[in-house]
T-cell receptor
Framework: DAGVTQTPRHEVAEKGQTIILKCEPVSGHNDLFWYRQTKIQGLELLSYFRSKSLMEDGGAFKDRFKAEMLNSSFSTLKIQPTEPKDSAVYLC???????????????FGPGTRLTVL | GEQVEQRPPHLSVREGDSAVITCTYTDPNSYYFFWYKQEPGASLQLLMKVFSSTEINEGQGFTVLLNKKDKRLSLNLTAAHPGDSAAYFCAVSARTGGADRLTFGKGTQLIIQP
């Protein structure tokens, strides 16, 4: 079975550009998460979808970050315009909705390393 | 919201020695606890998980201890080997709005010296 896939693996952008990161969750999973990982802040939740509906949009990340999920097997994260402080690894994770007391384990993709010059 | 503090940020031990990484959390309603391993250039892999209070879980050379009373989670490595060199993250989960939300510690970079 394919795990979570992310493309591209590396992205270099000039300040002010628009970039789009892509994620394909594990087939059948209905929860999808976007995280940003930096050495200073660690892992921060950017967006969370359940069955394609946006449940959480990450508060502080709202103004230039926009995640979309047009179908159950594909999600994008758009950063517009990019700034040097956006340089980080962007991780996508998916899970199957936990029912009752069953925990829904999150499976992580390999990440996209973004460098903004 | 939940806050998770992980210590130490960096840890270097010799091969064969033990190592301990600790996390403390703030939300008493947290009920699932995890340790993830991240090797260089790779994504996070679930290493171990615990659910019950004061539970010990063992596997892959690691022991996880959870103390809900003190809101403390630890990862103990009993005999380090070079393959254990990686970043380790604790994660604490609470169900909010029907979803399991993970809050991560900032990680510990573990280096095993020969």
């Amino acid at each position: 079975d394919a795990g979570v896939t992310q493309t591209p693996r590396h992205e270099v952008a000039e300040k002010g550009q628009t970039i789009i990161l892509k994620c394909e969750p594990v087939s059948g999973h209905n929860d999808l998460f976007w995280y940003r990982q930096t050495k200073i802040q660690g892992l921060e939740l950017l967006s969370y979808f359940r069955s394609k509906s946006l449940m959480e949009d990450g508060g502080a990340f709202k103004d230039r970050f926009k995640a979309e999920m047009l179908n159950s097997s594909f999600s994008t994260l758009k950063i517009q315009p990019t700034e040097p402080k956006d340089s980080a690894v962007y991780l996508c994770a998916s899970s199957l909705e936990g029912l009752g007391y069953n925990y829904a384990e999150q499976f992580f993709g390999p990440g996209t390393r973004l460098t903004v010059l | 919201g939940e806050q998770v503090e992980q210590r130490p940020p960096h840890l270097s031990v010799r091969e064969g020695d033990s190592a301990v990484i600790t996390c403390t959390y703030t939300d008493p309603n947290s009920y699932y606890f995890f340790w993830y391993k991240q090797e260089p250039g790779a994504s996070l892999q679930l290493l171990m998980k615990v659910f019950s209070s004061t539970e010990i879980n063992e596997g892959q050379g690691f022991t996880v201890l959870l103390n809900k009373k003190d809101k403390r989670l630890s990862l103990n490595l009993t005999a380090a080997h070079p393959g254990d060199s990686a970043a380790y993250f604790c994660a604490v989960s609470a169900r909010t709005g029907g979803a399991d939300r993970l809050t991560f510690g900032k990680g510990t970079q573990l280096i095993i010296q020969p």
